[in-house]
């Protein structure tokens, strides 16, 4: 089974060799840094699925000098089982000792998307998708989500997360929804600071690793305005406006650099028409210059030959790597492997001959690349591989506890007619469970799982449950009957064949309530493009059916993206949106259902409810509202309890200019515990560029309040940015007038001044 090479083993001893990079390195060694290969290239495959590296096709490359990082696991693509642990420390051994002792002699960096948790390696510690994430509100999910994710990836020698994702969800047909946090830019902002300085915290001490070595390297992606897509498929082309991209769109890359990022990937798309891995605009004037950011800039996945094959924004591969390296201040091109992208160096070095790129170009990239391989420890001599770890490094309690508690607090509760929820766990009570995310762990785990597209194989889950067998487990000791159909098969394009759907329904005839899961089958970009956002294959036509015979459904969404449901929430008496809450979400979902846990998420995107509106957020403009026009599900932050709050006076404080303190206290005047979040939204009612309906400008909770306690909750509203607007010249403008803050069904005034511009982006031609 996947044997690397059994002289690997002998490695382990090996791994600590002697310093390895010369104080000196030649303009070839240079270059080669500025090359990453999607490692699969070098993987072997044999007849029952394992993998091993192709040890000579790595040498050669080595030998060649012509990669400084590689990237990707070999069960992204195929249907192959995702490689142990101990397989991925004996791979990034051999790959460190290979790398340090041929060609450059400089370790390569090795990257990988564990964007919820490890999710490449057996076992790993899984988290909800981002967007689940950011329904719980709660940035120590995010910290704690990059932590994890980190000390798992390291755990198996791989210090570069390309993790987290900073787009806006702005179109909700995109099939990458669901790895953002959402829609809006303060809460991507938050949740994003959070997460990378997760993933970059200091390595916990059992890690073992050197003294002053960085864990790991977040890399923020795609920057920037991916999400914007006209047609909504990927890939496809997005027009922004500068101003528009300055005030919505960066914000969240903003507060990552301010979190000290250490490196950044940009993206597919062509923006405003120019390609984005070409665009001096976007990589050198708005990353660097306005932005400031220092560390290494990645690109995706082979986007310089796109610029010949997909943009045809240049005519030969020579040029496309002068456009985005001349033009740019990409550090790294990321490539599929090195044949069908004739040798990346050496089109650098044929474009440094002609004299199209400087010397001096090259050095600035080598710097950024060597500084962040210095950073994690990789020119110390030592394999990246951490030894004698002690205490909990991977798959153990805390980790999982962490996941399960994100999983929980994102279980978001839509609708509660006749508070059907909580469901009484009494005896003889029958509950029909029906729809296949009702009974699998794979779809609720979602994309970026397993396989790049996620996977059907329940086997490459050891642990997590689905709602059916929680639900069966839970509801045994009262005595109630649980039975399951599958009804859609959400995997095969969620069609419901006759004997599936007549079963189901007769299920539900004859039960007291029925949990009803409906939603998608795994996917991950581009094979996730969709025509049609309603509700896919027959799933309506199987709710409708079930809730004819059953008055007492409970629909659970398990969904990357909000597909429209028509008329059917009004057809149903409860809807809990699970989002992709991973492995935990059975155990999530069945405690909300039970009122073992009170939810508490908060819908971090509208929800729509027809296609003209999919793509208006809740911060859209008045005129949008235009004749009734802006009509949604449900929105923005609406998410039920089975407590009721209640909010005390709302107090504004302005305590310096634009900058203010929001004061209210929480009262829980029902019957349950329950966590809560409160949102800040602040408006202005005139202003030159249109101001935004509303705008979240904060944040605050409060955490397990006991029936009639009371919570004083201030949020401190700090960046005055959070008011401002970029005008159609590109510069932030603070301007006076009466500014509107929100909480609950409480406004307040507070009057505001003029304030000169902060600052204007004006990018040199
Ligand atoms: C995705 C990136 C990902 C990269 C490497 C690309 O297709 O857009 O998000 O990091 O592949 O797997």
């Not at 932005?291 to 690109?299: A, I, M, Q, S």
């Amino acid at each position: 089974m996947h044997i690397v090479v059994a002289s690997l083993l002998l490695l382990a001893s090996l791994v600590a060799l002697a310093p390895l990079v010369s104080s000196t390195h030649t303009f070839d060694d240079k270059v080669s840094q500025m090359a990453q290969y999607d490692a699969n290239s070098l993987m072997t495959f044999s007849a029952d699925g394992a993998y091993a590296i192709n040890r000579t096709a790595l040498a050669d490359l080595l030998d060649a000098n012509a990669v400084g990082s590689l990237f990707n696991s070999p069960s992204s693509g195929s249907g192959t089982a995702v490689p142990p642990l101990r397989w991925w420390q004996e791979y990034q051994d051999l790959i460190f000792h290979e790398s340090s002792t041929r060609g450059s002699k400089i370790p390569i960096l090795f990257g990988l998307d564990s964007v919820h948790g490890a999710n490449y390696i057996y076992n790993a510690t899984l988290f909800p998708q981002q967007i689940g994430m950011a329904a719980t509100f709660r940035m120590q999910n995010a910290w704690n989500a990059g932590r994890v994710a980190a000390i798992e990836t390291r755990a198996a020698g791989i210090p570069w997360l390309f993790s987290p994702i900073l787009g806006i969800a702005v179109q909700p047909t995109w099939a990458r929804v669901y790895e953002t946090f959402g829609e809006d830019p303060l809460l991507a902002s938050i949740m994003g600071r959070a997460i990378i300085s997760g993933i970059q915290s200091p390595a916990p001490k059992e890690m073992n690793l050197p003294n002053g070595t960085q864990m790991a390297a977040a890399c923020m992606k795609h920057f920037v305005g991916y999400t914007n897509l006209r047609t909504g498929h990927d890939r496809t082309p997005v027009w922004i406006p500068n101003n528009v991209l300055l005030q919505y769109f960066v914000p969240p890359f903003e507060a990552g650099v301010d979190a000290g990022v250490l490196s950044v990937m940009e993206n597919y798309i062509e923006l405003n028409g120019r390609p984005v891995v070409a665009s001096k605009l976007v990589l050198q004037s708005l990353l660097r210059d306005y932005l400031k950011f220092k560390g290494l800039l990645v690109t995706d996945y082979n986007e310089m030959m796109n610029l010949v094959d997909f943009h045809h924004a240049a005519s030969t591969y020579e040029d496309a790597v002068y456009q985005s390296i001349n033009l740019t201040s990409i550090d790294m091109s990321m490539i599929s492997d090195p044949v069908s992208f004739p040798l990346f160096v050496n089109l650098v070095k044929s474009n440094v001959d002609k004299g199209r790129i400087s010397t001096q170009r090259v050095e600035e990239s080598f710097g950024r690349v060597m500084a962040l391989k210095k950073t994690l420890g990789l020119l110390d001599g030592q394999s990246p591989v951490p030894r004698n770890t002690t205490g909990c490094i991977f798959a153990c309690d805390q980790h999982r506890l962490a996941a399960m508690t994100a999983a929980q607090e994102s279980i978001t509760l839509l609708k509660n007619d006749n508070s059907v929820l909580p469901l009484s766990a009494v005896s003889g009570v029958n509950i029909a469970v029906i729809g296949q995310a009702c009974d699998s762990v794979p779809l609720m785990a979602g994309g970026w799982t397993v396989h790049w597209q996620g996977t059907s194989n329940r086997s490459q889950f050891p642990y997590g449950s689905t709602i059916f067998e929680e639900l069966t487990a839970q509801m045994r000791t009262a005595g109630a009957n649980v039975t399951y159909s599958e009804g859609c098969n959400v995997t095969e394009q969620s069609i419901c064949d006759a004997t599936s759907l007549t079963n189901a329904v007769a299920a539900a005839a004859v039960a007291d309530y029925v949990i009803l899961c409906v939603g998608e089958r795994h996917y991950a970009e581009k094979p996730g493009d969709i025509d049609d956002l309603t509700l896919p294959g027959e799933q309506l036509v199987m709710v409708r059916a079930v809730a004819a015979v059953n008055a007492n459904v409970v629909l659970v969404l398990v969904e990357g993206r909000p597909r429209l449901l028509e008329e059917v929430p009004s057809l149903v008496k409860a809807v809990v949106h699970a989002y992709l809450p991973g492995p935990y979400g059975g155990t999530a979902v069945v405690n909300v259902l039970l009122g073992r846990y009170n939810p508490q998420g908060r819908l971090p995107l509208t929800y729509p409810k027809t296609i003209n509106n999919a793509p208006i957020q809740y911060w859209r403009k008045y005129s949008a509202n235009t004749g009734g026009d802006y009509v949604v599900q449900w929105p923005f932050g609406h998410g039920l309890s089975y407590t009721t709050f209640s909010y005390g006076q709302l107090a504004v404080e302005q305590t310096a200019a634009y900058r203010f303190n929001v004061s209210v206290v929480v009262t829980n005047v029902g019957e349950y515990f329950g966590s809560h979040s409160i949102l800040v939204y602040a408006t202005q009612l005139a202003r030159r560029i249109t101001p935004e309906v509303q705008r979240l400008v904060g944040f605050g909770r409060v955490e397990a309040l006991a029936p009639s306690a009371s919570a004083t909750v201030n949020i401190a509203i700090s960046d005055p940015a959070l008011l401002s607007y970029v005008d159609e010249y590109n510069c932030e403008q603070l301007e006076g007038g009466e500014v509107t803050f929100t909480v609950g069904a409480q406004s307040v005034v507070i009057a505001t001044v003029d304030l000169p511009s902060p600052r204007c982006f004006a990018p040199k031609p």
